[in-house]
C-alpha cells in the first residue's frame, strides 16, 4: 500500500509553503535534496517528508557560524512580509536571528529563523521564548498555522501520530482503561522540534491504509491506529482486563483518514457484544 502525498499535503506537514519545498528539490539543504518519490509521479513519500523534517533540524557540521541558504534566507524575508518580525518596520539592515541560539543548535531550520532588523536581533536576540511567540505570529500571519492549536510537544513525536492533550501538552495515545489516553486528535504539523499543531477534525495525512475501513486507536502501540477487524481479532477474545475501543477514523484511501473521534465501545470478554 502507498502513502505517497502530493505537495500541498507535504506542505501542511512541514508548515513551509510549497515553493520552499520547491526549492529543497532543486538546491537541497546541509547537503540533502528532498526527494520525490521514485516513480516519478509528482508525489512524496510521507516517510521522506518526516525524515526531511527531521533533517531540518539536525545541528550543521562545524562550529562555526554559518549562514543559512539563499532561498531560506528568501523564505525568511517572504514569512516576515518584508519588514522586521518583530518591530515591523522596513529598514535598510537585516540580520537572520536564531530561535535556539546558534551556540545551542547551530541549526538553520527555517523553523528556527526569523527576519529581523539589527536593532530588534541586538535588543531581542537572546529571549528564546518570545521569540518562539513571534514565529508562531508570522507564520499565522501567511496563513500557515493556526495559533489556537499550538501545543508544546515531545522531540520524537511525527505527524500522522494519534495524540492526546493534557494542560497544552500532547502526548502519544494508546488504548487504554485510563480515559485520559485515549486520542483526542493527530498531530498534523510540527512547527519545531517542541512545538506541533492537533487536528481534530477532517482528513488526515497517515498511509497504509484499506480504503474503507474503520481505525480504531492502537493498544499496543503509542501514537499508531489498528484496522477495526485486525483489532477484534487479535484481542476480542483474548482481554478480560481490556482497553477501551476507540473508532477515530475511516480511511477513505489508501493514505488518507477521516478523522470521527467519539465512538467508544467497551470490550467485554463476551466476543459477540463486539459484533452487535
Request: aromatic letters at 10%; charged letters at 25%; a negative charge.
Amino acid at each position: 500500500m502507498s502513502d505517497l502525498i502530493n505537495i500541498h499535503e507535504a506542505s501542511i506537514l512541514l508548515s513551509l509553503p510549497e515553493f520552499l519545498i520547491r526549492d529543497f528539490i532543486s538546491y537541497g539543504f546541509n547537503k540533502r535534496k528532498l526527494a520525490f518519490d521514485p516513480s516519478f509521479t509528482g508525489k512524496f513519500s510521507r516517510t521522506e517528508i518526516i525524515e526531511f523534517q527531521k533533517y531540518l533540524e539536525e545541528p550543521w557540521d562545524g562550529s562555526d557560524r554559518i549562514h543559512p541558504p539563499s532561498h531560506v534566507e528568501r523564505y525568511l524575508k517572504y514569512e516576515a512580509q518584508g519588514k522586521c518580525a518583530f518591530c515591523g518596520i522596513n529598514k535598510p539592515n537585516y540580520e537572520y536571528a536564531h530561535i535556539r541560539s546558534w551556540s545551542k543548535s547551530r541549526c538553520n531550520s527555517p523553523h528556527n529563523l526569523l527576519y529581523f532588523c539589527l536593532d530588534c536581533h541586538t535588543t531581542h536576540g537572546n529571549d528564546e521564548k518570545l521569540l518562539q511567540g513571534i514565529k508562531e505570529e508570522c507564520l499565522r500571519r501567511i496563513q500557515l498555522i493556526d495559533l489556537s492549536y499550538i501545543y508544546e510537544c515531545d522531540n520524537d513525536l511525527n505527524p500522522g501520530d494519534a495524540v492526546y492533550a493534557l494542560n497544552g501538552q500532547t502526548y502519544q495515545a494508546i488504548a487504554s482503561n485510563n480515559h485520559g489516553e485515549l486520542t483526542t486528535g493527530f498531530l498534523s504539523t510540527k512547527i519545531s522540534p517542541n512545538r506541533c499543531l492537533i487536528q481534530r477534525h477532517g482528513v488526515i495525512s497517515i498511509g497504509n491504509l484499506i480504503p474503507g475501513s474503520d481505525y480504531c486507536l492502537s493498544p499496543y502501540e503509542r501514537g499508531k491506529v489498528i484496522q477495526k477487524e485486525q483489532f477484534i481479532k487479535d484481542y476480542g477474545l483474548k482481554l478480560i482486563k481490556h482497553p477501551t475501543f476507540q473508532v477515530i477514523g475511516r480511511a477513505e484511501s489508501e493514505s488518507h483518514l477521516v478523522i470521527r473521534i467519539g465512538s467508544f465501545i467497551e470490550l467485554h470478554e463476551n466476543y459477540s457484544e463486539i459484533n452487535k
